[in-house]
């Protein structure tokens, strides 16, 4: 039931925001010359899918979580981007495609062994990972991993339609921040 009201928000999503898509896609090809950054990201049972997102720091810097990497990486764009959380937007396309839920545990990169270990222990990885989540609205970030796998298991626990709803709402209203950077 949640793939299908995954797949049919995704596309009503990607459809009705396509203006601004490719506004903020002509505004970042003219800022960073590359408007889509792509990145490895662990999925459902730890497997590999490529996150889509705008790209909100300069093309040289590190692959990395954003809490290890530094805030004058984020371009002027990018800051505004991210505080409006447009910068999210492509992952509609992975919502679409199968690859992430619009409700589910963020996404980790490969080399958050901390998160991974505390995630594993609480078996976050039996769902697919999403765009939003009871830690996104509690503005818990992956610079804290045990308390990111827990408020995740939380979720997990108590996830049913009514609760898939809430945390949509709560994000589209505006709760949460993101993910931090240094």
């Given at each position: 039931?949640?793939?299908?009201?995954?797949?049919?928000?995704?596309?009503?999503?990607?459809?009705?925001?396509?203006?601004?898509?490719?506004?903020?896609s002509v505004v970042l090809f003219f800022d960073t010359g590359s408007p889509i950054f792509i990145q490895k990201r662990m999925g459902i049972n730890k497997k590999p899918f490529?996150?889509?997102?705008?790209?909100?720091?300069?093309?040289?810097?590190?692959?990395?979580?954003?809490?290890?990497?530094?805030?004058?990486?984020?371009?002027?764009?990018?800051?505004?981007?991210?505080?409006?959380?447009?910068?999210?937007?492509?992952?509609?396309?992975?919502?679409?495609?199968?690859?992430?839920?619009?409700?589910?545990?963020?996404?980790?990169?490969?080399?958050?062994?901390?998160?991974?270990?505390?995630?594993?222990?609480?078996?976050?990885?039996?769902?697919?990972?999403?765009?939003?989540?009871?830690?996104?609205?509690?503005?818990?970030?992956?610079?804290?991993?045990?308390?990111?796998?827990?408020?995740?298991?939380?979720?997990?626990?108590?996830?049913?339609?009514?609760?898939?709803?809430?945390?949509?709402?709560?994000?589209?209203?505006?709760?949460?921040?993101?993910?931090?950077?240094?």
């Open positions: 039931m949640v793939r299908l009201f995954d797949f049919f928000f995704s596309l009503i999503g990607i459809f009705l925001l396509l203006p601004i898509y490719l506004l903020v490529n996150l889509y997102k705008f790209r909100t720091m300069h093309l040289d810097t590190k692959q990395a979580a954003s809490h290890l990497v530094d805030s004058s990486s984020i371009t002027k764009i990018g800051f505004v981007l991210r505080r409006i959380k447009l910068d999210e937007l492509p992952q509609l396309f992975n919502v679409f495609f199968g690859d992430m839920s619009l409700v589910g545990p963020r996404p980790n990169l490969f080399d958050q062994e901390e998160l991974i270990q505390y995630r594993t222990k609480f078996d976050v990885y039996s769902i697919k990972p999403g765009i939003t989540g009871l830690a996104q609205i509690s503005n818990i970030d992956m610079s804290k991993p045990e308390l990111l796998a827990t408020y995740d298991q939380k979720m997990l626990n108590n996830l049913n339609l009514r609760s898939y709803f809430y945390y949509i709402f709560k994000t589209i209203t505006g709760s949460g921040k993101g993910d931090a950077v240094k």
